[in-house]
């Protein structure tokens, strides 16, 4: 059964670069019938698609988010990551990775990141 | 593509019949349907419009076509009262846009 775990700092200061990395076990980064993917949520508000990457590398983003965000797949250990740079209060939300087609079939737990000076 | 759905709140008594519009800015082919409850990630409900995923009840389906969709719950059940979110796929460039939930609530 495919699991996705999310990890990285939970508390971050205004300015910085966010990392976040999606582990995944029970399938793999490698399939060619799968897009990886990360999704966040502010809080008490909608969903926010951030971007996407395929096994080879090709990645989507969000045009209001491309300009700071980096989203690679690392093979060789299953796991894919998310770089968010200059983090303000705004990004605070919950990040989630997924795997998913034109739908989102599997959702990893979550993970809450604050931003705060 | 922008997604908006209504109503943003809908207040049901268990057992009734809830039904969830999301409209579409402009003639779209594909759409899914995901519940959130407080503390978990979305579940996956519905795609390609009508098809429920694996493990879905029934009483969840999905219709509609060109702008508008719905999504009906025919008998609201106690773990029923959640969020609902739709979401499009846009082809090219690749995108992945969700409406703004509508809080299905108990009356």
């Known amino acids: 059964q495919l699991r996705l775990r999310e990890s990285g700092p939970r508390l971050m200061k205004p300015s910085e670069t966010l990392s976040l990395t999606c582990n995944v076990s029970?399938?793999?980064?490698?399939?060619?019938?799968?897009?990886w993917g990360w999704i966040r949520q502010p809080p008490g508000k909608g969903l926010e698609w951030i971007g996407t990457?395929?096994?080879?590398?090709?990645?989507y983003y969000n045009e209001s988010l491309k300009s700071r965000v980096t989203i690679s797949v690392d093979i060789s250990n299953n796991q894919f990551s998310l770089h968010l740079t200059s983090v303000t209060a705004g990004d605070t939300a919950f990040y989630y990775c997924?795997?998913?087609?034109?739908?989102?079939?599997?959702w990893g737990l979550g993970t809450l990141v604050t931003v705060s000076s | 593509i922008v997604l908006a759905q209504s109503p943003a709140t809908l207040s049901v008594s268990p057992g009734e019949r809830a039904t969830l519009s999301c409209r579409a800015s402009?003639?779209?082919?594909?759409l899914a349907w995901y519940q959130q409850k407080p503390g978990q990630a979305p579940r996956l409900l519905i795609y390609?419009?009508?098809t429920r995923a694996t493990g879905i009840p029934a009483r969840f389906s999905g219709s509609g076509s060109g702008t508008e969709f719905t999504l009906t719950i025919s008998s609201l059940q106690s773990e029923d009262f959640a969020l609902y979110y739709c979401q499009h796929y846009n082809n090219w460039p690749p995108t992945w846009t969700f409406g703004q939930g509508t809080k299905v609530d108990i009356k």
């Open positions: 990457v395929y096994y080879t590398g090709t990645t």
């Open positions: 997924a795997r998913h087609g034109v739908t989102i079939h599997y």
């Open positions: 402009q003639s779209i082919t594909n």
């Open positions: 029970g399938g793999s980064v490698s399939s060619n019938s799968d897009y």
């Open positions: 390609a419009v009508s």
